[in-house]
């Protein structure tokens, strides 16, 4: 059991059926869909910057303020001695020291996938979040409750002020269905009706996209009238996408 | 002679040396790296509308007014009798009408090309635009010019106030910068310094940066201090990446 890689997590109030990080959720995708065994470390956000240390996984980017600045996801890897994090690395990681498992990020495609990184934050990523953060402060443990709503609020008001039921909601749902028609155009470009973005196999740019939608699935729960609306847009791209991805939905 | 692709391109008042057009000089890229022979039919922007319904080419969007709306490149192929506008879609095209010569999008990357081409508009693309339309606008041909000038300034106010010499051009070229800075390391995630997106070989994803880089080339010259200055950033890789398409820039 100690040979397994470790796979640190943000838990919520339910860990036990509830793991919501979209980022984090592209790594237990990765590791999910690559069949590699794993244990769940759970760390909440107050400890973040210390466990990364503690393990040696670099900060993934710099805070306003000059200081380096630590996120999960984050892996280590007894058996190569290995911490990283940021999903993206991670996920080149893995394909690099497990080459028998399905390939994330295929030979020749890796600048090709981290442009996609970029334009997906800018796009769908950028109007999720004001549908989801708020409902997701709801269900985090109490230090990570403050320590979440302090760092949103201070750069963008009041968490309940961001997506109140109504039409300001609306507007924000449908702002995500345009940038997710967007995606759903560029991965029928080929004109071939494939479903995944490289065709009839998962990939990386398919993990990006599930572990993103499936925040909306886990925090807003699979019956919410949302989460069915999504899964109907784009003729029901969505709903068949994710379906592919519910037997990689392991907490494991 | 006939049989050959014809190619439709906006001139500049020096057509002989100067195809300008960074959209154009996509399929232009394409056309040469392929190594298909195609004749240069220019069209001044006031006609392209009636020139892309004439040989059956596609409207690329859609006017604010509703109306279609007509762009270039467009090429006609008449050993297929196929019109296609859109330099993506052209690339598609050349690529299926003809296997066997260099493939521009590898089978499987076809979404992942069009997230690219979103996120370069996004960035790289967006931030040249206030450094290039105003010099563009000196060079067309006084149908053009008054077209351009018109379209443009509708939207944005006076050409000359866009990027005057001085601290505001300063500051367009430092926000470029900062942009093609993000290519180069998407272009250097898989940590193998190859010099070009998927690699050792040029495919669609370099020849559409060409296209655009090529643009500040052509219209200040190769001389100019700011493309001098643009090859150096990046520890000269973009000087290095445009050299590798000098052999491309053949007006035909």
Redesign the interface.
């Known amino acids: 059991m100690s040979e397994v890689i470790i796979f640190y997590d943000i838990p919520s109030r339910d860990v036990k059926d509830v793991a919501w990080s979209p980022n984090t959720w592209k790594t237990r995708f990765s590791l999910n869909y690559k069949g590699l065994p794993y244990r769940t470390v759970w760390v909440e956000y107050p400890d973040i910057a210390r466990v990364c240390r503690e393990i040696g996984a670099e900060p993934t980017s710099t805070s306003e303020d000059g200081s380096p600045y630590y996120t999960l996801p984050a892996i280590y890897d007894p058996s190569t001695k290995t911490a990283i994090s940021e999903s993206?690395k991670i996920a080149?990681y893995l394909d690099k020291a497990y080459p028998d498992t399905p390939v994330l990020i295929?030979?020749?495609?890796?600048?090709?996938?981290?442009?996609?990184q970029?334009?997906?934050l800018?796009?769908v990523q950028r109007r999720m979040q004001p549908l989801m953060l708020p409902p997701t402060n709801n269900i985090l443990n109490p230090p990570s409750e403050a320590y979440f709503r302090r760092t949103r609020e201070s750069k963008f008001g009041k968490l309940e002020d961001w997506s109140p039921p109504g039409p300001i909601r609306e507007k924000h749902q449908e702002d995500l269905r345009v940038e997710l028609t967007?995606?759903a155009?560029?991965?029928a470009?080929?004109g071939e009706g494939k479903p995944f973005?490289?065709?009839d196999t998962i990939h990386y740019?398919d993990i990006t996209i599930a572990g993103w939608l499936v925040w909306m699935k886990k925090v807003l729960g699979p019956e919410s009238q949302e989460w069915t609306r999504l899964k109907t847009w784009d003729d029901g791209k969505w709903g068949t996408f994710m379906q592919a991805f519910e037997k990689y939905e392991i907490v494991g």
Do not use: I
């Open positions: 993206g080149r295929p030979s020749g495609t890796c600048a090709l996938h981290a442009a996609f970029e334009v997906f800018m796009t967007k995606v155009v560029w991965m470009s080929d973005f490289m065709g740019a």
